[in-house]
């Protein structure tokens, strides 16, 4: 069977529902909205006026756009028994932000699934427009569920035997495997100065290379959550990206890492649906033939891979 064959038959009905579906208003402050996303340990939420859903907050947005800086003057003068979440709540005046006057999270144009549809069509602006999660609702127009890419790789991930066809390819067959411009990071840079260029680079990942080019490791926006939860974390913030990494990462996960992170010309798509599912990263790079990074393949390529007409 094909991929879209799959992903038609396939309703937004049967993905797992939370327990809990968190969201936040658009009468919260930023930091109310930054320490909610913080504590439930998730990176975006949706976003509630008296009118019903409105957008998505995402936790990266709000720390490149309202935190960053604030973090690393908070980091300059960090009481190491402190959270930089903690620290952030004594600067009072990131408290008086309201979501809804701050541009970010709230949209004219929120579109929300019916749990009816099917995980293609879902699929078709989670691959092909920009969009990072969407939201579901039932029949009566209530919010049931918030499915990111994340979970929809996931999910293809326990379904591979489904599109064999289309998990067979490998990414010199999907046209994944053109070199592009690729934002490195080195290995000894200051955490604080590699996050800002991922904001200034407007990337929310970039991997981490030795002094010969290789990766070493990977630091994504999302790592940030790390200093805002982690006392021992935050404090790292001004030590380099590689201490970073092995303050916020069990030994475990880094010693998964690299393998998890880097694929060939040759690694069929199956397999980095596998390696994306498994490891809970966003992307992987494709080295050459000496190791080094080429280009990367993010959870939207992969997404618009299985869906183009094409891609059996």
């Known amino acids: 069977m094909s991929a879209r064959t799959f992903l038609g038959g396939y309703t937004l009905h049967h993905f797992e529902k939370p327990d809990e579906l968190i969201a936040v208003s658009v009468n919260d402050s930023l930091l ?20 019903g859903y409105v957008g998505v ?88 569920n918030f499915v990111t890419q994340s979970a929809v790789v996931r999910l293809l991930a326990n379904k591979l035997e489904a599109f064999q066809q289309t998990a067979a390819r490998t990414l010199e ?35 981490v290379v030795a002094e010969n080019g290789a990766i070493i490791g990977n630091l994504s926006v999302r790592d940030i959550r790390g200093a805002l939860t982690g006392k021992r974390v935050f404090a790292a913030l001004h030590k380099s990206v590689t201490e970073y990494i092995a303050c916020n990462a069990p030994d475990r996960e880094r010693s998964e890492m690299l393998p998890a992170i880097t694929c060939s010309s040759q690694t069929t798509l199956g397999e980095v649906i596998s390696k994306l599912a498994v490891s809970r990263i966003h992307r992987v790079y494709v080295v050459d033939a000496s190791g080094l990074p080429i280009r990367t393949i993010t959870l939207s390529d992969v997404l618009a891979a299985l869906i183009t007409p094409n891609a059996d």
């Open 32 to 51: 109310d909205v930054i320490r909610t996303l913080s504590e439930g340990n998730i990176m975006c939420a949706p976003v509630k006026s008296d009118q």
């Open 57 to 144: 907050a995402d936790l990266s947005r709000l720390v490149n756009n309202y935190f960053l800086d604030s973090l690393e003057h908070a980091a300059d003068k960090s009481n190491e028994d402190l959270t930089g979440l903690a620290q952030l709540t004594a600067l009072k005046s990131l408290d008086k932000q309201l979501l809804a006057n701050s541009g970010l999270g709230v949209t004219d144009d929120v579109q929300i699934f019916n749990e009816k549809d099917s995980l293609l069509e879902a699929c078709k602006t989670l691959g092909t427009m920009n969009q990072h999660r969407i939201l579901v609702g039932d029949d009566q127009g209530i919010l049931v």
């Open 173 to 207: 067959q999907c046209h994944l495997t053109t070199p592009s411009d690729l934002v490195t990071i080195p290995r000894s840079v200051r955490t604080i100065d590699a996050f800002k260029m991922l904001r200034d680079k407007e990337v929310s990942a970039a991997p």
